[in-house]
């Protein structure tokens, strides 16, 4: 069964403290590695898609990277407003649906 | 830019009821999905199309159809609610041959 796990569960950072959130998957048949953020109440936004492994992408504050066997979503002296939780996905079939990993929640704070 | 809307935020309902969920696109995608969203259980998929009049299965079916008779537009249907359908539910949306999935806002279901 394609699994995609996430790590820590829940992260706290002082505002300026860069860190990295984890994404593990399984590895065989993945088309594709998503990065998702939701606040409170609301739907996820779509932030990144990654394909091959090497492969990087970046917004703001934020880097995606994605290994053989994982992906990394970096963010670079996060603000107050960076506060959320994200969440990654996996698809294993074309145009197929996403698994997504239980999310991090991640607290900023000024 | 991608827009996705639900036809309600908050929604109470009654056990035995039947409730109904709608989500519009305006993207012209052909890929629509319903995902139900719960503390520790993270998103979990129950229902999605590839074309109008089309639906297939997803993990959490059970208590759940769907119609889509207009490409923009993918109504989820509780048949009659319980108790344990209280969730958050999440509608996405896709082009064909892309996995990208952009979701609504959401609509917070409690059955009481």
């Known amino acids: 069964e394609d699994q995609v796990t996430q790590s820590p569960e829940a992260l706290r950072l002082q505002e300026g403290e860069s860190s990295s959130l984890n994404c593990s998957y399984t590895?065989?048949?993945?088309?594709?590695l998503f990065w998702y953020r939701q606040d409170p109440g609301k739907g996820p936004e779509f932030l990144f898609t990654?394909?091959?492994a090497g492969e990087e992408k970046e917004k703001e504050r934020l880097k995606a990277t994605l290994t053989k066997k994982e992906s990394f979503l970096h963010i670079t002296a996060p603000k107050p407003e960076d506060s959320a939780t994200y969440l990654c996905a996996g698809v294993y079939n074309q145009g197929g649906k996403l698994i997504f990993g239980q999310g991090t929640e991640l607290s900023v704070k000024p | 830019d991608v827009k996705v809307t639900q036809s309600s935020r908050y929604l109470v309902k009654r056990t035995g009821e039947k409730v109904f969920l709608e989500c519009v696109q305006d993207m012209d995608h052909e890929n629509m999905f319903w995902y139900r969203q719960d503390p520790g259980l993270g998103l979990r998929l129950i229902y999605f199309?590839?074309?109008?009049?089309?639906?297939e299965k997803g993990d959490i079916p059970e208590g759940y159809s769907v119609s889509r008779e207009k490409k923009e537009r993918f109504s989820l249907i509780l048949e009659s609610a319980s108790t344990n359908q209280t969730s958050m539910y999440l509608c996405?949306?896709?082009?064909?041959?892309?996995?990208?999935?952009?979701f609504g806002p959401g609509t917070r279901l409690l059955v009481l």
């Open positions: 590895v065989s048949g993945l088309r594709g």
């Open positions: 199309s590839y074309d109008v009049k089309m639906k």
């Open positions: 990654l394909y091959s």
């Open positions: 996405a949306n896709s082009g064909r041959g892309t996995e990208t999935q952009y």
